[in-house]
T-cell receptor, first 113, second 111 residues
Framework: DTEVTQTPKHLVMGMTNKKSLKCEQH?????MYWYKQKAKKPPELMFV???????INESVPSRFSPECPNSSLLNLHLHALQPEDSALYLC????????????FGQGTRLTVV | SQQGEEDPQALSIQEGENATMNCSYK?????LQWYRQNSGRGLVHLIL?????REKHSGRLRVTLDTSKKSSSLLITASRAADTASYFC???????????FGTGTRLKVLA
């Protein structure tokens, strides 16, 4: 199984809502990532988990809260988002430090209204 | 910003023609990777070239790397309409978990 599965595929939420994005991989990868991508732009790194510990936070606002419950799961909790947070959120995993192939999920298209 | 630059930003060619896109990066690297993204979907890994390699082939893909110029190119030969996508280079500074993506090239192959 070489898939990274993200749910939901689409999400519309109000600015006062709390929602979560989920990501799952069963490749035994020990590094997992959240990226944010705006239209016609490259993915921007948000968070990296290594061996279930947060190793990189790219100065992401606290309204985004990552969680790694176990080595296969990665969540992104969303609260009090702004319309400008609307984007494609991509989860990825890799076997080791950056420098090996990363596997990406299909993304969650988030719209904040 | 550590982000690399790609050119051209957009490229439109006829089916059967070759497509070349270029990537420049800023940091030292262990390797450079190319990814493809169909509209609004996840990224798919295409090819990885190590810093001690100058050229690599995979099917219709040919990648070159010039570490002295901090640049790489991706050549897609005999393009097909199905190659229409955005293409990104990605680098990882040694010892980090980061994948830093270039600005991307949007390729359109006309049938």
């Amino acid at each position: 199984d070489t898939e990274v599965t993200q749910t939901p595929k689409h999400l519309v939420m109000g600015m006062t809502n709390k929602k979560s994005l989920k990501c799952e991989q069963h490749m035994g990868h020990r590094a997992m990532y959240w990226y944010k991508q705006k239209a016609k732009k490259p993915p921007e790194l948000m968070f990296v988990y290594s061996y279930e510990k947060l190793s990189i936070n790219e100065s992401v606002p606290s309204r985004f809260s990552p969680e790694c419950p176990n080595s296969s799961l990665l969540n992104l909790h969303l609260h009090a988002l702004q319309p400008e947070d609307s984007a494609l959120y991509l989860c990825a995993s890799s076997p080791s430090r950056g420098g090996s192939e990363a596997f990406f999920g299909q993304g969650t298209r988030l719209t904040v209204v | 910003s550590q982000q690399g630059e790609e050119d051209p930003q957009a490229l439109s060619i006829q089916e059967g023609e070759n497509a070349t896109m270029n990537c420049s990066y800023k940091t030292s690297i262990n390797n450079l990777q190319w990814y493809r993204q169909n509209s609004g979907r996840g990224l798919v890994h295409l090819i990885l070239i190590r810093s001690n390699e100058r050229e690599k082939h995979s099917g219709r893909l040919r990648v070159t790397l010039d570490t002295s110029k901090k640049s790489s190119s991706l050549l897609i030969t005999a393009s097909r309409a199905a190659d229409t996508a955005s293409y990104f280079c990605a680098t990882s500074p040694p010892g980090t978990y980061k994948y830093i993506f270039g600005t991307g090239t949007r390729l359109k192959v006309l049938a």
